[in-house]
Each structure stands twice: as structure tokens, then as C-alpha cells.
């Protein structure tokens, strides 16, 4: 037996370049073109593969070292200077499921021939596997949908959406603990006190919502200002007292309208895996309502056939029951979208955690006064902050930004009057 040295061959130009995958492992049997590491630079990722096979005794580079031309990769232990040796034809074997890849083997006379280490590494392109090991995905896991096994950018999407948030869900209800080096009481006085029941029940659909949603947030402003003056204005027809309308009942309205022209937002996707999302046809839009029991989510039924006056009553209704836990269990789910109002407390933009199985949500923060640059000058003007949370397996960028310059239209000066028929 012999041993050699595998070096970095000539990569043109590149200098110093990062070491990003070692794809082989010390002891490993390794032919000639397997690919040894995957070096990337400023422009590309490509594969070095090895120049000899043989079996790997020492590994002499890692991820995140730099690396250049003539540089030791690894050291092989060759068998090419063995005396001949009689060749025997192995019977054609074909792999199963059920078959250990590393336990096949045929017997001989002068010895055992083995099969052992068959490589189990996926086919794939430097691009793909860069675009997997950003999500921290092992592509090797990844079943792939082309030629021989061949690993596609889609098939790590689908993977995604599929076996990784299975693997979430498990991991979620472990309860795993970070070993905690310190007491809190070493630091001064602490006290330990019961977690509320409703943030409790609340906290694993959050956990669930947020490891199996992929969340993107689209900030924007919806100038408000004709509708606060139709809303202050309005008096009941009979007593001719101002009606206390809040701008939440016209904000419902408004999204009612917007998922009519974009039903995407109101979806679920129960059955991605099948390849299934659920179209509704109903408007039930979820209100988060703060109580000192924890927050709760009630959904206000057929939104798009009520009034703004009768929306203001039932909002008023079903907030009163969950802070006096009268609420039915069943009205908290069922929702189309949900809508999270910080307005009477303050703050401006944030990013709210999607209701599951919904697809969005729709932050709220508080109305103010802003100097708004129009037609040639500044003027005051209302200007509502608008935060949409939406599933990025469903809705993409550009969807998210057109719904909400519809929302905005729909709270604009010209859909006032009309919401409130």
C-alpha cells in the first residue's frame, strides 16, 4: 500500500477561498472524481473532487477554513501497487429499504469481499446545496425528484414544508431544557408564581404557529384622515347623541372587503403535504382581545354581512365575554384572518405571530398625526400603522404588498361612507 496526498487543483484566479462542506469522513473509500469539499467564493460554489481513490487516513481541512491552489486536502491510503489478485464478478445486488447498506457481504475462499459505506450523499447542484444549507437543511435527507436522485431547489422547498416541520412539532413538545448554570435567587429576591391558565393553553399554538409558519412582515401607513372625520361625525338618527364607534369596527369591514378580492388570505393550509390548501368562503375575522386572564381570540362571525354598527355592538360583546371567560371554546377558532390592535395602548409597527391554521394576520398601531408631503406641500393627515404577517408558503411579496394598498383604498377617503352601509 501506498500513501498520497489529494491537494486543491488549479482554481483559476481564486485565492484564500472558504471552505463551506467537507463531504467525506476519515476512513471512508473514496474513487477518483468523488467530490472531496465544496469551496465557495464572492461568485460560485463548486465542488473539488478527488484525483486518486483510495481510503481516506487523515483529514487536513474543515468548514470555514480558506483554502488555495496546492493546498492538502486529505491523505489516502492506495491499493494500486497490491500483486494482481484473482477478480471476482459480484453477483448483481439490488438495494432495498430493508437492506443495512453497510452489512452486505459476499463470501470467498481466500476471505470476506465487503460492500461497506455505500455513499448515501445526495446529487446535487453547488447552487442547491447552498440554498439548503441556508435553511439548515441536510440535503442528504432530501428525496430528490430528477435523474438518478438528482436534488432540486424544489424538492428542498418541499422538504421544508413537509419533514422539517414534523420534525418541529416533535421537537416542540420535548420540553428540552437549556441547563441553567445560575438560580435567579443568587442575584436577589425572586418570587415563583403560577403561570395564568389562558397563557398556558395559548402559549403551545404559538410555539406551533411560529416553528410551522414560515413568517414574513410588510410594514405600511393607511391615511385615515376622511374616515376619523366620517367616524366622529356620525350620530344616532334618534336621540342625536354621537355614536362611540371605534376605528377597529371600520378596520374589519375594510379587511372583509380585501380578502374578497384576494382569497389566498383567506386559506388554510391543513394539507400542504398533500399538496391541499382549504379555500374559505366564509368571513369570520378573529379578534385578539387583551384580558387580565391572557389573550384570547374570538371570531366575529360573517363580518361581510354586518354593518358597522352592528360589527362596533358585537365586538364590544364577545371582548366582555372573554374577559369574564363566558366565551363558547368554539368561537375562538374557526377564523378567516385575525386582526391585533395595539391603537388603545400605543406603539407603532410590529410583528404579529400568525393565528394557525390561518395564513395572516393584520397588526394594528396606534393613529397619528403626521406632516405628509402631497401634491407639492405638507399637510397634516391620520396616518394608521399597518403591520401584515403573512405564510410565505402561500402568499408571496408581492401578493402581501398588493392586499395591503387595497386594505389602505378600503380605509381611504373613498370607501368611508360606503363601509358604513
Known amino acids: 500500500m501506498s ?3 489529494i491537494k486543491v487543483p488549479n482554481i483559476g484566479e481564486f485565492r484564500d477561498v472558504e471552505v463551506i462542506e467537507v463531504l ?17 467564493s464572492d461568485k460560485s460554489s463548486v465542488e473539488i473532487p478527488s484525483s486518486d481513490e483510495g481510503t481516506v487516513i487523515s483529514l487536513n481541512v474543515k468548514v470555514g477554513d480558506k483554502v488555495s491552489e496546492g493546498d492538502k486536502i486529505i491523505e489516502i491510503e492506495s491499493q494500486k501497487e497490491l500483486k494482481a489478485i484473482e477478480v471476482v464478478e459480484l453477483p448483481k445486488i439490488q ?12 463470501s470467498k475462499e481466500n476471505g470476506d469481499i465487503i460492500i461497506d459505506d455505500v455513499s448515501t450523499k445526495a446529487s446535487a447542484s453547488p447552487k442547491v446545496r447552498k440554498f439548503a444549507r441556508e435553511l ?9 425528484s430528477e435523474r438518478q436522485g438528482r436534488v432540486t431547489e ?3 422547498k418541499l422538504f421544508v414544508a413537509t419533514k422539517s416541520n414534523k420534525s418541529l412539532r416533535n421537537q416542540s413538545t420535548k420540553d428540552q431544557k437549556i441547563e441553567q448554570e445560575y438560580s435567579h435567587s443568587e442575584f436577589g429576591e425572586v418570587e415563583i408564581k403560577d403561570i395564568p391558565r389562558v397563557k398556558k393553553l395559548s402559549s403551545k399554538y404559538l410555539i406551533n404557529s411560529w416553528s410551522k409558519i414560515p413568517h414574513v412582515t410588510n410594514h405600511d401607513e ?3 384622515t376622511e374616515l376619523e372625520e366620517f367616524r366622529t361625525s356620525l350620530t344616532d338618527i334618534y336621540t342625536g347623541e354621537k355614536k362611540k364607534i371605534t376605528p377597529l369596527a371600520f378596520i374589519v369591514k375594510a379587511l372583509t372587503v380585501s380578502l374578497k378580492k384576494f382569497p389566498n388570505f383567506n386559506t388554510s393550509l391543513d394539507e400542504i403535504e398533500n399538496g391541499k390548501m382549504t379555500v374559505k368562503k366564509y368571513f369570520h375575522v378573529g379578534i385578539a382581545v387583551d384580558t387580565p386572564h391572557g389573550l384570547m381570540v374570538p371570531k366575529l362571525r360573517n363580518a361581510d354581512n354586518k354593518n358597522i354598527s352592528l360589527i362596533s355592538t358585537e365586538l ?22 385575525t386582526i391585533t390592535s395595539l391603537g388603545g395602548i400605543g406603539g407603532s409597527f410590529f410583528t404579529p405571530i400568525i393565528n394557525y391554521p390561518e395564513v395572516a394576520i393584520l397588526g394594528v398601531g396606534r393613529a397619528e398625526k403626521k406632516q405628509m408631503f402631497i401634491n407639492g406641500k405638507f ?7 399597518l403591520s401584515l404577517s403573512y405564510d410565505h408558503r402561500i402568499i408571496d411579496g408581492a401578493e402581501a404588498a398588493r392586499f395591503n394598498n387595497e386594505l389602505k383604498e378600503n380605509l381611504g377617503k373613498n370607501f368611508a361612507y360606503k363601509l358604513a352601509v
Open 136 to 144: 439548515g437543511i441536510d440535503i442528504n435527507k432530501v428525496s430528490g
Open 3 to 5: 500513501k498520497k496526498d
Open 222 to 224: 393607511a391615511d385615515i
Open 24 to 40: 467525506i469522513k476519515k476512513g471512508q473509500k473514496i474513487k477518483k472524481n468523488d467530490p472531496l469539499i465544496t469551496i465557495e
Open 316 to 337: 364590544k360583546k364577545i371582548s366582555q365575554q372573554c374577559r369574564d371567560l363566558k366565551i363558547d371554546k368554539k368561537e375562538l377558532f374557526g377564523g378567516s384572518m
Open 95 to 106: 438495494l432495498s429499504k430493508e437492506i443495512d447498506k453497510n452489512e452486505i457481504k459476499e
Open 154 to 156: 424544489s424538492d428542498v
Open 379 to 385: 399637510v397634516t393627515r391620520t396616518m394608521l400603522p
